[in-house]
């Protein structure tokens, strides 16, 4: 992929409870995609946000056969694709779980208080058709795991295309690149001591426990959840960053694989994905011809 010498421009700003970041080759871009960005998160904080009690994956959560936007329907095939690429590992009914845990409100507003913990009810139990959708009621939808990567490639992607220069937008750690890169790849920082690696196309994620934690029942619990047990995860992993075609396709692996636990690094190498694993004593593995 040819590079460009412009010296990429930059803009951040807090949005769908993390910070959003755009960068672009040419500058002079950079309002004009700063503005497609925030119009594209807008758009998704209404149709996924499972905090917004207005939001319109909150609305289809009746039991009834609900016609969904164009939008929403993306983001719903996309976490049922990754529950059926993994085996259930990735969840989108985990939002049962966690709301079970006391997660169901914003990070900053939870309090302490008793758990009811409980398996995820199922991917296999919503129904798509077209544009409709039957989730079962009592069923809570979180499409957490998958709409951000999703949101990072289609906005990526949609920005190119406008301005035809070089994108990366980093959604809290979900990273996605279109249209043609500097010179030399977009210079990553990685997370947990990872240093800095060169990403010239397709996407790179990080899903960790070491975030979005929260005090409940007297314990520390993070968002990463195991739908089998309906707790957080506690395998050996504390961070996993993935490499993939897709930021959708990062994230999904990336995710899968702390829920997996001790066998992450075999199967994701089968799957020839390149991944850095660090594990709760700060050991690292690299697989995949990652290096």
Do not use: Q
């Not at 409100?105 to 008793?114: F, H, I, Q, S, V």
């Not at 520390?220 to 089998?228: E, I, K, L, S």
């Not at 020839?272 to 690299?286: C, E, F, W």
Request: hydrophobic share 45%.
């Amino acid at each position: 992929m040819t590079g460009t010498l412009a010296e990429p421009a930059a803009c951040s700003f807090p949005a769908i409870g993390t910070t959003a970041t755009v960068l672009v080759t040419d500058p002079e871009v950079l309002d004009g995609s700063v503005a497609l960005l925030r119009a594209d998160l807008a758009a998704l904080d209404r149709a996924c946000s499972r905090f917004r009690p207005d939001s319109e994956i909150r609305r289809a959560e009746t039991g009834a056969e609900v016609e969904v936007s164009p939008l929403l329907a993306a983001h719903l095939d996309a976490s049922l694709r990754a529950a059926a690429l993994t085996g259930g590992r990735v969840d989108p009914t985990v939002g049962t779980c966690l709301a079970g845990l006391g997660y169901d409100r914003d990070l900053a507003a939870l309090t302490d208080g008793p758990v009811d913990p409980r398996p995820a009810p199922g991917w296999w139990r919503l129904s798509r058709c077209g544009r409709t959708v039957v989730i079962p009621r009592g069923i809570r939808i979180d499409l957490g795991s998958t709409a951000k990567a999703l949101a990072a490639d289609h906005s990526a992607a949609r920005i190119a295309a406008h301005t035809g220069t070089g994108v990366l937008v980093n959604l809290g750690g979900d990273l996605a690149v279109a249209g043609p890169a500097p010179a030399g790849g977009w210079l990553v920082g990685l997370e947990d001591g990872g240093g800095v690696v060169s990403l010239h196309d397709g996407g790179l994620a990080t899903s960790g426990t070491t975030r979005r934690r929260w005090l409940r029942d007297g314990l520390v619990r993070h968002h990463v959840v195991d739908p089998r047990t309906g707790l957080p995860t506690a395998g050996p992993w504390r961070t996993v960053t993935v490499a993939a075609a897709t930021c959708l396709d990062a994230n999904t692996a990336a995710t899968a694989a702390l829920v997996r636990g001790a066998d992450a690094a075999d199967w994701l190498d089968a799957a020839g994905l390149p991944s850095r694993l660090v594990d709760t004593a700060g050991r690292v593995t690299r697989v995949g011809g990652w290096v």
